[in-house]
Each structure stands twice: as structure tokens, then as C-alpha cells.
């Protein structure tokens, strides 16, 4: 029987034909000799032709100008191409091969194809009907989802929802749980149930049975070794292969509470060691020098109960520093600097004065900037120079040379060099004024020697006083004598 190629016979096939053209899915009818009798439009877009004769005439001219593979580039034996298997008289459904053109062009697409052969009243074969869809942005889009869930660093599984079995696993939740995924993967969900002491177990299950988001909340998982780890999960509704599935993410919580346990030993000591120091410390908020702690030493040097001390200024609780101290403290611990070895004192309830040495470095409690005092009672020490010193003036009103000499002695037992940061506060002409006070010059012989005022000669000693942390001109020649100054002198 001859058959025109694109003649209809009979108005059902040539309405099925006008049907067939306007439908998205690729439709091409052959003959049971292997000719092509036509094709719609989507069929030929999917094989990037322009006209039916792109295509080929027959499946011969088709195989010459098209290579079908299976999914990952593998050959398929002739005999099991859509057009053979159609050719033997068999029908199929979801066949998946990668298509591409013979003629170098830049074309590969996945299309899944379904065979259907339609007999005539004897049976026998009437006409071939090869139908196919293109599947290639569903397959790119699986592969990428493949992809980004393998190399998630954080730990995720997969569980199908129809059959309540988890399909995917990646190494994140494999490294976390201690099991190999082929130990997960088919298991059901009962025996490795990641939801068992979910804080919020009931809501959780009933938005996994409706396919809906599982909040994040902490529970526990099974480990390989039969223990339980704690995590924070999270659950997102998605679809796999067209089957419903929920995501399971997870943050392992136990480093965080390892880091957190030795946070709380290492403020536990800290705390410790700050309530037992001998020396008096105290903790300001840096903004406004509120005191938030202050340990045993502290209250019991100015007198005052730890209840009458936190919560007040630091400078109201028994600490005397003015307020250029503090300004100059506050900018050197913002600037990650620390205080070390300032004077300062305490004054008690009872005017008794302890004269320290102030160390400050800053801290943050509670994502607060805070600032850490520690004084040193140098009280004896300063009453030992003080008695030397008036001693010293004694001799120094008839013999000045003696006490040069014992000033230099004394200055090379106790401090033999400067430190850089104590000498570059100063100017140039406040060392002046320094050499010139240790050698025991007076303001006026000062003022006449550098050809300045007295005024000005007592502003340069003021401001020399306040930078070296001395109020007294004999304090002064002690601490310049120590750093060298004047020891040229005649």
C-alpha cells in the first residue's frame, strides 16, 4: 500500500496531525519502513532544525546527521535505538539519550523519548508515532543540585517523604554522625530519626507529614558509636525526581558548646584570681567609668564595702584621677594601648592616702567596652624616697655637689636607662628645662639661661610635672637624675 508523506488518509489522521502540531512535546511519525512522514515544530527546534528535511528523510539520513548516546556519553547498540526498537514493533516509555549533531555543532541536548506503534485492523504495523521531551534544563539543574549538595560543607541528608527513606547524604552529615553513606541511604526514617529530642518534635513531625518548613531547633542524633551529638536542624520541603522530599540541614553543636564550656572555666578562673588578688582591681565601663566589679584588695584599700563601690564612678569610689587622666587613658585604650605603671592614689574614708601605681588595659564583658584597673601600693616605697629626699634637700642647701653624686648613684642602682616611650613624651625644650632643674638651676636662673620669663619657665615646669607624674621639684630631680639628666653638670 502506498502512503503519501504528507497526505492524510482519512480526516482522523489529519485532524490527529493538526493536533500533533501545536503540542510542546516533539512528535515525528515514520513509517514502518523507515521513512519519516513528518514531524511538528517542537521536534524539529529540539533537534535545531529549520524544515523536515533537516531532519532527514529517513532514519538512515537521521542516524547520518544525529548521534544518540545514553546519559553520561556511552554508545547505544543499534539495535537498541528509539528508531530499531519502533522498527521491531516495540512500544517503550522513557528512553533518555543525549542528542547531538554529527556536524560539529555546539548542540547537546537530553531528550526522553516514548515509542508507540499503531496496527491496522490485521495487526500489523500502520504507522510509527516517536514522541520526545526535552529534558536537558531539568537534568543540568539535578546535576548542579548533585553537585552543590555533595560539596556543602555543612552536614545535610535527604529523606523522601512517600516512603519515609533518606535518599541523599553528604559528607558533612557522614563526618558528623560517623556512618558511611550507604549505611544511611535506604534506611527509613524511624531508625535514624534526626527529629527524636527535637525541642519542637510534634510541630516538626506535622510539618514533615504536610510537607511543610521545620523551624530550626536543637535535638540530638544517633552517632555510629550508639552516642547521641547535639545540633541545631532545619527542614526545607523540596522535590526530587518529581517525589516529595524534605532537606534536613544541620550546624553541629558541640564545638560550640566545647568553646563555650572552656569560656566559662577560663571566666570562672579569671574571676577566681580577680576576687583573690592582693592588689586592688577594679572593672570601669570605659564609656562613662562606671565601676561593674571591683575585688576584696580594692574595697579594703579605700575603705568602702564592695556594695558602696559598684555602681558608682571610679573616681567617687576612692581612685583620684582628674579628668585629662582619664581622657588620656580613655584614648590610649582605644587605641589597643595599655596603661602601665602611672601614679595615682587611693583615698579612703578616713583621708588615709595610699599612693599607687596604675596599670589599665581594656577588656569586653558582654560585647561592652570595659577597662581593667590594677594599683600597686607603693605607699612604703614613696614614704622610704620621701625621707631621702628631705635628706637630701638638708644637704643640698650647703653642699649641692653631695647630692648630685648621691642622686647619680642612686639613679644608676635604680633605673640605669630610659625607656623610649617615657622620653619621647617630652619636647625638646622640657628636657631643657629637665637638665636644667637636675642640675639644680631655679626658675629664675632658668628663664635667664634659655632667655624666657619666669612665667613662661613656670607653664614649661608645670606641664613637665604633669607629663613625668611628679608634683614636687625634688621628685622631679630624682626622676630625671634616674634617666640621666644633669649628670653633666658641673
Not at 528523510?57 to 544525529?66: G, K, L, P
Not at 529534558?135 to 543540585?145: A, G, P, R
Not at 544541620?250 to 577560663?266: G, N, P, T, V, Y
Request: aromatic share 6%; glycine share 6%; net charge negative.
Amino acid at each position: 500500500m502506498t502512503r503519501e508523506p504528507h497526505a492524510a488518509q482519512g480526516v482522523g489522521r489529519r485532524q490527529l496531525q493538526q493536533i500533533m502540531a501545536h503540542l510542546s512535546e516533539g512528535v515525528i511519525l515514520l513509517d514502518p519502513d523507515g521513512a519519516i512522514l513528518w514531524a511538528n515544530r517542537a521536534a524539529l527546534d529540539m533537534h535545531g532544525c529549520a524544515t523536515q528535511q533537516d531532519l532527514g528523510e529517513s532514519t538512515a539520513q537521521y542516524a547520518e546527521r544525529f548521534l544518540l548516546r545514553e546519559s553520561g556519553g556511552r554508545a547505544i547498540p543499534p539495535s537498541r535505538s528509539p528508531f530499531a526498537r519502533l522498527a521491531s514493533g516495540e512500544s517503550f516509555a522513557s528512553l533518555v539519550l543525549e542528542l547531538t549533531q554529527r556536524d560539529g555543532q555546539e548542540m547537546v541536548r537530553t531528550l526522553e523519548f516514548r515509542g508507540l506503534v499503531l496496527l491496522d485492523e490485521a495487526d500489523q504495523a500502520e504507522l510509527l508515532v516517536l514522541f520526545a521531551i526535552d529534558t536537558t534544563e531539568k537534568v543540568d539543574s539535578d546535576e548542579l543540585f548533585d553537585r552543590f549538595f555533595s560539596t556543602k560543607p555543612s552536614p545535610a541528608a535527604i529523606l523522601r517523604l512517600d516512603d519515609s527513606r533518606y535518599i541523599r547524604v553528604n559528607e558533612g552529615f557522614c563526618e558528623m554522625t560517623g556512618f558511611a553513606s550507604e549505611d544511611i541511604l535506604g534506611r527509613p526514617f524511624h531508625e535514624i530519626d534526626v527529629l527524636h529530642d527535637a525541642q519542637r518534635r510534634e510541630q516538626a513531625l506535622r510539618a514533615l507529614a504536610t510537607h511543610s518548613a521545620i523551624r530550626p531547633q536543637e535535638t540530638c542524633v544517633r552517632t555510629s558509636d550508639g552516642d547521641r551529638k547535639s545540633v541545631m536542624v532545619a527542614g526545607q520541603p523540596i522535590v526530587v525526581t518529581g517525589r516529595p522530599c524534605m532537606l534536613f540541614t544541620f550546624i553541629d553543636l558541640e564545638a560550640r558548646r566545647r568553646a563555650e564550656q572552656s569560656l566559662r572555666q577560663s571566666e570562672e578562673r579569671f574571676a577566681k584570681a580577680f576576687r583573690m588578688a592582693p592588689v586592688p582591681m577594679a572593672v570601669c565601663v570605659q564609656s562613662n567609668w562606671c565601676v561593674i566589679e571591683a575585688n576584696g584588695a580594692f574595697a579594703t584599700a579605700v575603705g568602702r564595702p564592695r556594695g558602696e563601690i559598684v555602681g558608682r564612678s571610679i573616681t567617687s569610689s576612692g581612685l583620684y584621677l582628674d579628668r585629662a587622666t582619664l581622657r588620656d587613658i580613655n584614648l590610649a585604650l582605644d587605641a589597643g594601648q595599655m596603661i602601665r605603671n602611672r601614679d595615682v592614689q587611693l583615698r579612703a574614708l578616713d583621708n588615709v592616702v595610699i599612693d599607687g601605681l596604675l596599670s589599665a588595659e581594656s577588656v569586653t564583658l558582654q560585647d561592652e567596652a570595659c577597662a581593667l584597673f590594677v594599683i600597686q601600693d607603693i605607699t612604703e616605697r614613696k614614704r622610704g624616697e620621701a625621707e631621702l629626699i628631705s635628706a637630701m634637700e638638708a644637704v643640698m642647701k650647703d653642699a649641692s655637689w653631695f647630692s648630685r653624686t648621691v642622686m647619680e648613684k642612686l639613679a644608676q642602682v635604680r633605673r640605669p636607662q630610659a625607656t623610649a616611650s617615657e622620653m619621647d613624651a617630652l619636647t625638646a625644650r622640657e628636657r631643657e628645662v629637665l637638665e636644667l632643674i637636675c642640675s639644680g638651676h631655679g626658675d629664675a636662673a632658668i628663664a635667664e639661661r634659655l632667655g624666657l620669663s619666669r612665667n613662661t619657665v613656670r607653664n614649661h615646669v608645670a606641664t613637665l610635672y604633669g607629663k613625668i607624674g611628679v608634683n614636687r621639684r625634688s621628685t622631679a630631680v630624682i626622676w630625671g637624675r634616674e634617666r640621666g639628666f644633669g649628670a653633666s653638670a658641673e
